[in-house]
């Protein structure tokens, strides 16, 4: 039974950081893609970055890129997303999800387990 289970989330000022964590059990993720996605009130679940256990492809959603980073520590089976210049755009509920598709995928669907989420809230 596999098991994503997210921490790190609160409430941080505009510009400031914060380090999510997901840890991944029962199973070994080698291979697997590990997505992180984002949903704020009223809008749909949206794409935030991606990698493939490995660590050698990334990618980010746009409106990230140069913001945060994705990565992973093989010891702990945990996967992190570092938040730097937070915005209050950034504000959601950030979820971790994994695959065994073969390509990063930015799509929600592709995605066969998902964490239960953590809430991300920036403001002044």
């Known amino acids: 039974q596999v098991q994503l289970v997210e921490s790190g989330g609160g409430l941080v000022q505009p510009g400031g950081s914060l380090r999510l964590s997901c840890v991944a059990s029962?199973?070994?993720?080698?291979?697997?893609?590990m997505g992180w996605f984002r949903q704020a009130p009223g809008k749909e679940r949206e794409f935030v970055a991606a990698m493939r256990w490995s660590g050698v492809i990334t990618y980010y959603a746009d409106s990230v890129k140069g913001r945060f980073t994705i990565s992973r520590d093989n010891a702990k089976n945990t996967v992190y997303l570092q938040m730097n210049s937070l915005k209050p755009e950034d504000t959601a509920v950030y979820y971790c999800?994994?695959?065994?598709?073969?390509?990063?995928?930015?799509?929600?669907?592709?995605?066969?387990?998902w964490g239960q989420g953590t809430q991300v809230t920036v403001s002044s």
């Open positions: 029962g199973r070994t993720f080698n291979g697997y893609v």
């Open positions: 999800a994994a695959t065994r598709a073969v390509a990063v995928s930015t799509l929600v669907d592709a995605y066969d387990y």
